[in-house]
Nanobody
Framework: QLQVVESGGGLVQPGGSLRLSCAAS????????IGWFRQAPGKDREGVSC????????FYADSVKGRFTISRDNVNNTIYLQMHSLKPEDTAVYYC???????????????????WGQGTQVTVSS
């Protein structure tokens, strides 16, 4: 059974930084893909950034390119989302998600997901 658990999140001022973590468990398949999605009140869920574990290929939504960086720790099966230059429009519940074999782009663009985390709130406000 695939599982992901998020940590991080919180309140930050505009222009600030925050790091989210996501720990994956329940699978030993190297090709798995893991990513971050977000949903703000009244808006559709958006694939923010995704990464494929075994080769590190990544995908970023246009709205976060140049500001967010996704990285992986294969030893601990954990990925990180480092967020810089945060804006009020980044405010949302951020969800970690996992799929055993899809590509990073397909996961983020089409929400190709096998397991979702519980979500963590990120609020950007002064």
């Amino acid at each position: 059974q695939l599982q992901v658990v998020e940590s991080g999140g919180g309140l930050v001022q505009p222009g600030g930084s925050l790091r989210l973590s996501c720990a994956a468990s329940g699978s030993t398949l190297d090709p798995y893909t893991i990513g971050w999605f977000r949903q703000a009140p009244g808006k559709d869920r958006e694939g923010v950034s995704c990464i494929r574990k075994f080769d590190g290929t990544t995908f970023y939504a246009d709205s976060v390119k140049g500001r967010f960086t996704i990285s992986r720790d294969n030893v601990n099966n954990t990925i990180y989302l480092q967020m810089h230059s945060l804006k009020p429009e980044d405010t949302a519940v951020y969800y970690c998600a996992l799929h055993p074999f899809t590509t990073a782009e397909r996961m983020c663009r089409f929400s190709t997901v096998a397991s979702w985390g519980q979500g963590t709130q990120v609020t950007v406000s002064s």
